[in-house]
């Protein structure tokens, strides 16, 4: 049989290979309602263009809103001989009302039309994500605000390097996943100009309105370029590479969660709501889903990589590697919802131990040494770079006696630097650490309120 919708000059069937390596409506039925939006839209362009009669054009409405129906209950029998979701829904049209049906692709192409229904799709998906990061970021400042005060060490090489809060810690990740946020909102702004009526590749003959149809589809404007319009596919790129830096991020925020849930740390602990058990050793208590958010970070690059590997050699306009966009487009949307909903459920389920985060604070009492040298610095007025060298004679004799830096007496202290004074001890603890840090963007706990209020106002709003 040869295929009604491009058959015309083929006088057999498709091989059963080729029909394999073309068929797409596996995963394109995906853009079944936008399909169909794309549609309606196109078909009242045409009639109010009186390129179409009205007549038929209320046919083709009909017979779309059974299809719509259809679709949304699921009943919609899609065909893979069919080939794509946009012949299903023509060849479904036709068996509804007939003739009428084939008068639909009137001045547009497979190539415009595909276009049109993924922007549609990316662009529902991209405001998705952004309300999906909102939560996330809802649950961070809150879990912030809670542990405002809460000390904890922080790192750098992964060695105790000075005292924060652990409030701080995680409105980084508030600021990371604004940012996330702000990627897709851009992505959004560019990707919101309509391909409809670039025909196959170099317009049309027929009067069409394509600043009617761009309207009626929430687009900013038809793309300028017919050429363009029918071979790009930055907006599926960006969204991919948003996605990948977003998966970045949330694989570092499951990363630490791994470390901080550790017997050696200690930090967190999940309830067995997120905690996995082994089949052989009966102590342990996984944290699975932090694994897997970090692992599945991999697809969504390897989406990014398929994507940018399909576009790097097509010659303008379409060619058919441009059908392999959307398996890379859905399974990355599919991921990240999930690995955005894994993660909030984490950070609402995780209990903080207050205690063992900040006995680590202090660092086998060093990580106030900073906190020293400011202090030589501020109160002797001594240059910095020298306070850093006493400091360092100081941690040195700690060392020696196997102490903390406030378990050492004052005459320790005098016999490196005879000016030091009793004042000193204020400052070599956590806590006092942790609360002088109160530059802008600072750690302490004063800070940290602040930053959660202004971190609500910033943020706790959808896409503009
Ligand atoms: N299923 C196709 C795709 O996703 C639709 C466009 C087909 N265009 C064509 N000229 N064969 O790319």
């Known amino acids: 049989m040869t295929s009604k919708m491009w058959g015309g000059r083929f006088s057999t069937g498709p091989a059963a290979i080729m029909e394999e390596i073309n068929v797409s409506v596996g995963f394109d039925h995906r853009l079944a309602k936008q399909d169909v939006r794309g549609s309606r ?9 009186g390129i179409i009669s009205k007549e038929d054009g209320e046919a083709i409405q009909g017979g779309l809103t059974r299809v719509e129906k259809e679709v949304a209950e699921k009943s919609f029998h899609f065909k893979r ?15 509804l009302i007939g003739e009428p049906a084939g008068r639909l692709h009137t001045a547009r192409s ?11 799709w990316v662009r529902a998906a991209l405001e998705n994500i952004d309300e999906e990061l909102m939560k996330l970021q809802s649950v961070l400042i809150d879990k912030a605000e809670a542990h405002a005060g809460t000390i904890m060490p922080g790192f750098t090489h992964l060695q105790v390097a000075q005292p924060v809060t652990f409030g701080h810690h995680l409105l980084a990740y508030v600021e990371m996943v604004g940012r996330d946020r702000g990627r897709f909102v851009d992505a959004r702004k560019r990707l919101n100009e309509c391909p409809l009526g670039a025909g196959a590749i170099a317009g049309t003959s027929f009067p069409i309105d394509r600043h009617m149809t761009a309207e009626k589809l929430d687009f900013d404007r038809p793309m300028a370029n017919s050429m363009d319009a029918v071979s790009d596919r930055d907006f599926a790129l960006e969204f991919l590479a948003a996605g990948s830096i977003l998966a970045t991020h949330l694989s570092r925020m499951a990363e630490e969660m791994v470390l901080w849930c550790s017997s050696q740390f200690g930090f967190i602990r999940f309830t067995d709501a997120f905690s996995t058990g082994s089949s052989m050793m009966p102590q342990k208590r996984n944290p699975d889903a932090a694994e897997l958010v970090r692992g599945k970070a991999g697809r969504i690059f390897g989406a990014l990589t398929t994507l940018l590997t399909v576009m790097k ?12 966009d959307k398996e890379a487009v859905f399974g990355a ?24 985060m900040s006995a680590a604070a202090a660092g086998g009492g060093f990580a106030v040494a900073t906190d020293l040298a400011d202090w030589l610095t501020a109160k002797l007025s001594i240059p910095f ?7 360092g004679r100081v941690v040195k004799v700690a060392e020696q006696k196997g102490c903390t830096l406030a378990e050492l007496s004052l005459s320790d202290m005098q016999e490196i630097e005879p000016r030091i004074t009793q004042a000193v001890f204020s400052v070599l603890t956590a806590e006092a650490s942790a609360a002088s840090r109160t530059s802008f963007g600072g750690t302490a706990p004063a800070n940290v309120r602040a930053q959660v209020a202004a971190a609500r106002e910033r943020f706790l709003k959808v896409m503009p």
Do not use: W
């Open 333 to 356: 949307f599919d991921t990240l919802e999930l690995c955005i909903a894994a993660m909030m459920g984490m950070v609402l389920d995780m209990q903080p131990d207050p205690a063992r």
């Open 385 to 391: 770079r020298e306070s850093h060298h006493i400091t």
């Open 313 to 324: 050699g097509l010659p303008l306009t379409y060619s058919k590697d441009m059908q392999e």
């Open 81 to 95: 001989r069919l080939e794509d979701v946009h012949m299903n829904i023509e060849s479904r049209l036709a068996d």
């Open 110 to 120: 497979r190539n415009d039309q595909v276009a049109t229904d993924f922007r549609m």
């Open 41 to 49: 839209a196109h078909c009242s362009m045409l009639v109010a263009q």
